[in-house]
């Protein structure tokens, strides 16, 4: 089976920008859950999709949004870049089936610098 | 909300010799505890996970401990190697795809 992607795989954007990350999840993998890893702050949860629903929200500001498709694809949408948006940004799928449901299995990440 | 707490930070150990990682958290509902290794500019892999009906997990060289009482888990490697050598993460969740992250531990396995 493929792994998780995402593209791209790095983004220059300048202040005040927006910007749309794509993650394409393990084939019959339903959730996909998204983070923000920035040296400082570790791993956040940002949020996290099953069937097209957003199920589960971190603490981030409204400027922080996404979706899921039929397909399971998820994206994310930064609006009104800030300088503190650098980060890598991850997303991860599960299946949520069988013992394993929500092993998760994380994608290489959008590196997003924000000018 | 969870809060997870990861320690040490960094450690050091020479090749051969074990590695402990501690994490603890505060929400007694989470319920499935994974840790993640993560290597300089990749993505984390999962290496080891424990469900909260079980009080100990083994795999190989690494092996994870849960005590639900005192809220805390513990990632244990033996015999570490050099390729041992990544940032570690533990994690705790209960509901759905929630997780929480420790800090990370940066461990260095000196040849």
């Known amino acids: 089976k493929a792994g998780v992607t995402q593209t791209p795989r790095y983004l220059i954007k300048t202040r005040g920008q927006q910007v749309t990350l794509s993650c394409s999840p393990i084939?019959?993998?339903?959730?996909v859950s998204w983070y923000q890893q920035t040296p400082g702050q570790g791993l956040q949860f940002l949020f996290e999709y099953f069937s097209e629903t957003q199920r589960n929200k971190g603490n981030f500001p409204g400027r922080f949004s996404g979706r899921q498709f039929s397909n399971s694809r998820s994206e994310m949408n930064v609006s009104t870049l800030e300088l503190g948006d650098s980060a890598l940004y991850l997303c991860?799928?599960?299946?949520?089936?069988?013992?394993?449901?929500?092993?998760?299995?994380f994608g290489p990440g959008t590196r997003l610098t924000v000018l | 909300g969870e809060n997870v707490e990861q320690h040490p930070s960094t450690l050091s150990v020479q090749e051969g010799d074990s590695a402990v990682i501690k994490c603890t958290y505060s929400?007694?509902?989470?319920?499935?505890f994974p840790w993640y290794k993560q290597e300089l500019g990749k993505r984390p892999q999962l290496i080891i996970d424990?469900?909260?009906?079980?009080g100990e997990k083994k795999d190989q060289r690494i092996a994870v401990t849960l005590n639900k009482t005192a809220k805390h888990f513990s990632l244990h490697i033996t015999e570490t190697q050099p390729e041992d050598s990544a940032v570690y993460f533990c994690?705790?969740?209960?509901?759905?795809?929630?997780?929480?992250f420790g800090s990370g531990t940066k461990l260095n396995v000196k040849p």
């Open positions: 994690a705790a969740s209960k509901s759905f795809n929630k997780f929480y």
């Open positions: 084939s019959g993998h339903r959730s």
């Open positions: 929400d007694s509902a989470s319920n499935y």
């Open positions: 424990i469900r909260s009906n079980v």
């Open positions: 991860a799928s599960s299946s949520m089936q069988g013992a394993s449901y929500n092993e998760q299995f």
